[in-house]
């Protein structure tokens, strides 16, 4: 594959990292690390209030300056942890940033096995110009091979090269 492929992703405790980096290994994309201008608390009830207020409210985080954007790319992976059921606010912020108008959009989460309220949908109601193709979610403490994982979930999603 060639340069046409972006993989951006906020990653949190570094599980969404870990699956970028897979993406990025089996599709030769570039990768790029979304961050916001101010850190999200360490402590996990200060960090949850907040996420909730985010998104009770539709209210993005500031991002330091990315070094890629989905401009020059075809194919965008985006990928981001499951908080509070949806996209953490980071990968929204990003997302809305960006004109995915006719990319092909490729969402992937991490989980610890929280429910989904719409990471999916939220991603599509952020770039509904976009080619949304199926979403990967990968459980963190899963046993099943990473590589494996997202190998056929890449067959499934990006047209024959």
Request: charged letters at 25%.
């Amino acid at each position: 594959m060639n340069g046409e492929i972006l993989v951006v992703c906020y990653s949190y405790s570094g599980k969404t990292r870990r699956i970028a980096e897979m993406i990025e290994q089996l599709t030769g994309g570039r990768r790029s690390h979304i961050y916001p201008r101010q850190p999200y608390p360490a402590d996990f009830e200060q960090l949850l209030s907040q996420v909730k207020r985010e998104n009770e409210t539709g209210t993005f985080p500031a991002l330091l300056p990315v070094t890629e954007r989905a401009d020059k790319y075809d194919i965008i992976f985006a990928g981001s942890p499951n908080w509070c059921g949806t996209i953490a606010p980071p990968l929204a912020a990003w997302l809305k940033e960006n004109d995915m108008t006719g990319k092909t959009l490729l969402p992937f989460f991490s989980h610890c096995g929280g429910e989904d309220k719409g990471m999916e949908q939220a991603v599509r109601n952020l770039c509904p110009a976009a080619k949304t193709g199926s979403s990967l979610y990968v459980l963190e403490n899963r046993r099943e091979n990473l590589q494996d994982m997202v190998q056929a979930w890449l067959e499934q999603n990006l047209p024959e090269k």
